[in-house]
Structures are given as structure tokens and as C-alpha cells.
């Protein structure tokens, strides 16, 4: 299994970034699909969560601002994030739901002011 994420980069604080994760390997055949993301001395939390049924979940910090979504004929999961604020600037992940899998480089997404 592979999870590549991408789309991250530099974003004024109120725009928008939408972040991809190409996998291989059908981790999601039998589990939720997840975007988890760190901050710089904090812990890796799940932000986003989309069931095997297409039902979503969101941190409340996340909740209305960020859309995750999935294509399973592209291989790709999707995170739209709007109205981006400052606290959302983190290395993003994806994976399973519990991470089951080893984790990719992620990607940054830095938010400015």
C-alpha cells in the first residue's frame, strides 16, 4: 500500500488549498479513508474522515471549512479546505481509519497572515 498526499503549499489566511492522496495497493476496501494533519510540536490528529458508505466526519476545528470526498475509479481521496486560518498551517496525511498503514511524507500546508 501506498499513500502519496499533495496539493499543499502557501495560502493567505481565508483562501483555499484542496489536497489529493493517490493510493495503490485498495487500503479503503474495508476501511475508512482519513486526512490527518501535525502541527510543529503537536500531535497527529484525524481532521477528516470518510466512511466506506460515503458518510463524512469532521474535527469541529475543521467542521464547515473542509470537504472530504473520494474517487475510487481515480485511486484518490480529496480534501477541499476553505477559508483557511492560520492554526490550520500543518503537514497533512492521509490514511486508513485507524492508520493502518505507513504513513507518506504528507504535505505542507503553511497558512499566512
Not at 101 to 108: D, I, K, N, S, V
Amino acid at each position: 500500500v501506498q499513500l502519496q498526499a499533495s496539493g499543499g503549499g502557501l495560502v493567505q489566511a481565508g483562501g483555499s488549498l484542496r489536497l489529493s492522496c493517490k493510493y495503490s495497493g485498495n487500503p479503503f476496501s474495508y476501511h475508512s479513508a482519513g486526512w490527518y494533519r501535525q502541527a510543529p510540536g503537536k500531535s497527529r490528529d484525524l481532521v477528516a474522515r470518510i466512511h466506506r458508505d460515503g458518510n463524512t466526519n469532521y474535527a469541529n476545528s475543521v467542521k464547515g471549512r473542509f470537504t472530504i470526498s473520494r474517487d475510487n475509479v481515480e485511486n484518490t481521496v480529496w480534501l477541499e479546505m476553505n477559508n483557511l486560518k492560520l492554526n490550520d498551517t500543518a503537514v497533512y496525511f492521509c490514511n486508513t481509519v485507524p492508520a493502518f498503514h505507513q504513513w507518506g511524507e504528507g504535505t505542507q500546508v503553511t497558512v499566512s497572515s
